[in-house]
């Protein structure tokens, strides 16, 4: 039940652009995406809903193809902030159905 | 705003022992959930509850309990503590099951 995400890591510099992305082995009814610093908690960034309903921060962008059950997170023009990990969790209607993927490492470097 | 809180942040216990994390939001949100954060498994969802005296389990429930009898905390107990409990437990909360918001924390080894 636990969606995959892709790439485990990565490595950018300031500037360049990524992409990560989730896939789930089951239907979906929402994505959500989280970022969490080392030793801090999670941070929600995004929620893309079955239907085309997304709700996030403005400079974060993600994509949500309901036939495939994938979701995809594009981050651009990369900042030192953005380094941490990134978490996509997938829900069904009811909130004892929401499974976290393991993780995407990012790190950005000067 | 003190918002999510979590308590205690550090717990060292020993196997067998009876552990309470305690959950506290100031939001008055409906859902409240735990996790545990383990290296290799990300955040898996221990128990879920969408208002007070509702909860369900979730993906990993064995070993746990958990009561809500007010909408602002949500304890979660370890009846007999294993080993393979010690992790980094997280209490969030969410009034409408899309933005959650999560609490500091709590780093627990059980000895």
């Known amino acids: 039940q636990q969606p995959v995400q892709s790439p485990q890591a990565v490595i950018l510099r300031e500037g360049e652009d990524a992409v990560i992305n989730c896939s789930s082995s089951?239907?979906?009814?929402?994505v959500h995406w989280y970022r969490q610093k080392h030793g801090e908690a999670p941070v929600f960034l995004m929620i893309?809903?079955?239907?085309?309903e997304q709700k996030g921060h403005e400079k974060i962008s993600a994509s949500f193809n309901e036939k495939k059950q994938q979701s995809s997170l594009y981050l651009t023009a990369s900042q030192l902030s953005y380094s941490g990990t990134y978490f996509c969790?997938?829900?069904?209607?009811?909130?004892?159905?929401?499974?976290f993927g393991t993780g995407t490492s990012l790190t950005v470097i000067p | 705003d003190a918002g999510i809180t979590q308590s205690p942040r550090y717990k060292i216990t020993e196997t067998g022992r009876q552990v309470t994390l305690m959950c506290h939001q100031t939001?008055?949100?409906?859902?409240m959930f735990w996790y545990r954060q383990d290296l290799g498994h990300g955040l898996r969802l221990i128990y879920y509850?969408?208002?007070?005296?509702?909860?369900d389990k979730g993906e990993v429930p064995d070993g746990y309990v958990v009561s809500r009898s007010k909408t602002e905390n949500f304890p979660l107990t370890l009846e007999s503590a294993t080993r393979s409990q010690t992790s980094v437990y997280f209490c969030?909360?969410?009034?409408?099951?899309?933005?959650?918001?999560f609490g500091p924390g709590t780093r627990l080894t059980v000895t």
């Open positions: 893309l809903l079955k239907g085309g």
């Open positions: 969030a909360s969410s009034q409408d099951l899309y933005e959650q918001y």
């Open positions: 089951k239907a979906l009814y929402s």
């Open positions: 509850s969408a208002a007070a005296d509702i909860t």
């Open positions: 969790g997938t829900g069904r209607r009811t909130g004892n159905q929401f499974y």
């Open positions: 939001w008055s949100h409906s859902y």
